[in-house]
């Protein structure tokens, strides 16, 4: 996906790979010097899913409060991704940081996890298994919808 | 009633309202056309039709019990309903969301247990049990305020209307406001929580804070934080307050914010 032509406000339906981690995956890859995994053009969505039923790709899943990973943002850039996925306003750092970075934050629907576990086609856990729902992930989506709340240039749909 | 029957019961009515949409908030999800509204009318048919949970946050769950005096409890209510939410997690595809040290190893306990439990005792031979789903984002944005003896009632609006103003969207909006008003420090912070099971439609008694509950409500409906936080629909559901006598040099407020999923269950037992 080409973000850097996505506007503020603009609705879209994302086919692709997603990769899922949140606070306590971010504060482990803090640790490390040279990123544990390839995170170039990558997409991270900030969710921990629920327990998977056994006749189902995943269980239910959507977005946590993007905010309290703002003091990640930088390192995930740097590790080379281009968006991040998530819920609630950030902070302005986050608007300099997706100007800086030429990076996108998307809105995923919040309180609507059994519907969007029906877009996703596939799943596996990458790294981190010992935190459970908080492990790193990766899912490919099929028709997620997500609204561009920050874009590339800064410019945000609260301003 | 045996110990095996409450849990039982508690057990399945989690589960209910894990998967089934609050009666009383359905209209409003059923009404809001804004963005993302497909994506949660969507969400609660299929959460029931396929047992999955409504937020993938399945929260800690916080009980509220008024125990009889007269009532027969031969096992402690933390144990009992412990082991509900322990069975009712465990053999659903809810997730696992409490850490055994808050600080430092911070590992999943697997059950999502312990239930966050207040027994208050009363007169009686029954056992009356309210229930909150809590998710963390909501449970965030709880907020405690010493306010000073004198202040007065506009001073507690405005530090309730900023604190949503500023964090509101962050909780998944519409919200239950619960107001704990009065009491000590803790106890206002429970009142608060307690107020969170009241239904949409319920009214303080006291007409004064009754007028006061839906002045709030107005208050943070005019700053047009919307479904999703995305400024289309309404802001607040409702607010409760509950009050309690308090020192003459304190007045404490406490703020508790339910999601619009308001996953609450309530039941009462008899001896």
């Known amino acids: 996906m080409n973000v850097e032509k996505l506007k503020a406000g603009d609705s879209i339906h994302y086919d692709g790979e997603m990769i899922i981690m949140r606070d306590a995956a971010q504060k482990r890859l803090s640790q490390f010097h040279d990123c544990p995994l390839d995170l170039k053009d990558k997409l991270v969505f900030y969710a921990g899913p629920a327990k998977t039923p056994s006749d189902s790709i995943i269980g239910a899943i959507g977005p946590t409060t993007s905010a309290r990973m703002d003091k990640y943002l930088e390192m995930l850039f740097n590790f080379g991704i281009k968006a991040t996925i998530g819920k609630g306003e950030r902070s302005d750092l986050v608007k300099k940081l997706c100007g800086k970075y030429d990076g996108v934050y998307f809105l995923a629907p919040s309180g609507g996890a059994a519907a969007l576990s029906q877009s996703v086609i596939n799943h596996e856990i990458l790294l981190f298994e010992e935190l459970q729902s908080e492990a790193i992930q990766k899912i490919i989506v099929k028709d997620f919808p997500l609204i561009v709340a920050i874009d590339s240039k800064g410019h945000s749909i609260w301003d | ?177 619960g107001i704990g008003l009065g009491g000590t420090s803790e106890k206002a912070m429970v009142l608060s929580k307690l107020a969170l099971t009241s239904p949409i439609s319920k009214h303080h008694d006291d007409p004064r804070y009754a007028t006061l509950e839906e002045e709030i409500k107005s208050r943070i409906n005019k700053l047009n934080i919307g479904f999703q936080g995305l400024k289309d629909g309404i802001s607040c559901y409702s607010v409760h307050i509950l009050t309690y006598p308090t020192h003459i040099a304190t007045l404490p407020l406490a703020i508790s914010v339910d999601c619009y999923l308001c996953r609450t269950g309530s039941v009462c037992f008899e001896r």
């Open chain 2, 1 to 177: 009633m045996t110990e095996k029957e409450i849990k039982e019961k508690v057990k399945q009515m989690i589960i209910v309202a894990n998967t089934q949409i609050n009666k009383e908030i359905k209209p409003f999800i059923d009404n809001y056309n804004g963005p993302f509204c497909n994506v949660l009318y969507d969400n609660y048919h299929i959460s029931s039709s396929k047992g999955l949970p409504l937020c993938q946050d399945t929260g800690m769950v916080e009980f509220f019990c008024f125990l009889g005096i007269d009532f027969p409890l031969k096992r402690p209510l933390q144990d009992v309903l412990d082991e509900a939410v322990s069975e009712a997690y465990t053999k659903s595809p809810y997730r696992y969301s409490t850490v055994d040290d808050p600080l430092f190893e911070r590992k999943n306990r697997m059950d999502n247990t312990p239930a966050i439990v207040h027994v208050h005792l009363v007169e009686g031979s029954h056992l009356e049990i309210m229930f909150l789903i809590k998710g963390g984002g909501s449970e965030n944005l709880s907020r405690l305020y010493m306010m000073t003896p004198t202040a007065s009632k506009e001073t507690v609006v405005e530090q309730i209307v900023n604190h949503i103003e500023e964090a509101g969207a962050r909780a998944c909006p519409p919200l239950k406001v």
